[in-house]
DNA sequence: ATCTCTATATATCAGTTCGCTATATTCTGA
DNA sequence: TCAGAATATAGCGAACTGATATATAGAGAT
């Protein structure tokens, strides 16, 4: 699966332009998934010529010109096809966890601070996922939820075992002031 | 954080070959950041001539040369550097998820059976990683069992919350056959 | 009043990274 | 005996990100 299927997936809730089919996987699919304006412009082109998605330009007075994407029935039959495939496996690229990794080369104030701001993030995205849970049909309630499960678990290991890595980091950092005084 | 940044990271837990990096990048990263050796190779070539990275031809006997590379004090300098820095956000990738969204378009059976594999791959996750953090350092067992507690949430939130998706695969499947009799 | 920031809208480009392939040897299991 | 996995490096096309360019308009700050 690549951006072009996911812009077959967007457009089949709805006509939109490029800006818009961005908007809207903000909405619905961050948490999950992300695409730039780099890979969606190339995306919408290439599924034009080949015939999966249909483009009508709708000019807008004060606004720079629109084009306004559809799905054409063979674009529907592709999405349908690639959907009903095995979705390839998730694919995650934490830098805090690799920080986390290297605590005792930080200082332990900068874990704790680094530790602070990723609960607070988690939840804030949980705030913001149980809203979007309110919304939306049960498929989109699901995915919203599961992302909020996620989050909640990983705020409350944060907060019961900070301290594995937090305490790694505070006598690495004895050790080096140790040394150090030792010059 | 890129790619180089990584090699430094695994190259100041001890001396390595691109091949081992690698190795030791499923051991103790995967789950949380993977990297290919079309991106290790060119890495270590390009911290070798930054001077962040020295290396040694080994001959083996039976097995290809390997080059192993160790860090040089400029090399920890910049991980230092690095690891001080805000972490960038983590990005995830589920082709899962976004076919759950468009589970209307889907078999019924066809996404009871992507759940089941999915929760049997998180249990198998869970296992692997409870494994893990009986070895290795506290910080090694910190974001193994960072990874655990989500993988267990995960499981858990699909055992309870699947009748969601599957409820609307069925109800769209039912649609379908009564559209395609009245043919 | 002016000025910066955000929003709307499309497009391109350099730099990163992935997955595949090539190359070569050895060991393991069917 | 024969395919496949493991060890080891390297290159390449395709995909994707983040930044930048271009242009207009409204909101809020100073």
Redesign the pocket.
């Known amino acids: 699966m ?3 299927t996911l812009c077959l997936g967007v457009l089949s809730l709805g006509d939109a ?4 089919i961005k ?1 809207r996987l903000e909405d619905v699919f961050s948490h999950f998934y ?6 969606i ?3 919408l ?1 290439r599924l034009q010529t080949e015939g999966l998605v249909q483009c009508e330009h709708e000019q ?1 007075a ?6 306004v994407y559809s799905l054409t029935t063979d674009g529907r039959l592709a999405l349908v096809r690639e959907l009903n495939g095995q979705p390839g496996r998730d694919r995650v690229r934490s830098e805090f966890l690799v920080a986390m990794c290297f605590a005792d080369l930080l200082p332990a104030a900068h874990v704790a601070q680094l530790i602070d701001r990723r609960i607070d993030e988690h939840q804030r995205s949980v705030t913001d996922l149980a809203e979007r849970e309110r919304r939306g049909t049960p498929a989109h309630r699901f995915v919203s939820g599961y992302g909020r499960a996620l989050y909640e678990a990983a705020a409350k290991y944060l907060e019961e075992n900070r301290y594995l890595v937090e305490s790694e980091a505070l006598l690495a950092q004895v050790d080096n002031d140790r040394a150090g005084a030792a010059d």
Chains 1, 2 share one sequence.
């Open positions: 690549d951006v072009r332009s490029g800006y818009e908007k992300d695409a730039s304006f780099g890979s412009y190339p995306a082109s807008q004060k606004r720079p010109d629109k084009k």
